[in-house]
């Protein structure tokens, strides 16, 4: 049974930092690009954050650049946001995400599996 369960979400004041971390199991992340996707009330999901089965390419949305950093552990099969200097307009639910492969890494539509979702909150 494939699952993927988020930790790390939380409430931070704006300039903070929170790193959140997404565990996979029932399948092996190592054959999959993962990505990070987030879900503002009144907004569609949307990417921010995808890396590709060897670390070696990562996409990020514009708003997030410089801020955020996505990273994976294929032995402990689990990958990574590390995000900094965290805005209010940041709030969202975060999800992460499996893709078997996309030349859309920040497509949502484009990813295979999906945890449940942790919640971050930042105030100004």
């Known amino acids: 049974q494939v699952q993927l369960a988020e930790s790390g979400g939380g409430s931070v004041q704006a300039g903070g930092s929170l790193r959140l971390s997404c565990v996979s199991s029932?399948?092996?992340?190592?054959?999959?690009?993962m990505g990070w996707f987030r879900h503002a009330p009144g907004k569609e999901r949307e990417g921010v954050a995808s890396i590709g089965t060897d670390g070696s390419t990562l996409n990020y949305d514009d708003s997030v650049k410089g801020r955020f950093t996505i990273s994976r552990d294929n032995v402990a099969n689990t990958h990574y946001l590390q995000m900094d200097r965290l805005k209010p307009e940041d709030t969202a639910v975060y999800y992460c995400a499996a893709s078997s492969g996309t030349p859309m890494p920040l497509n949502p539509t484009q990813y295979k599996y999906w945890g449940q979702g942790t919640q971050v909150t930042v105030s100004s």
């Open positions: 029932g399948y092996t992340i190592r054959y999959y690009r």
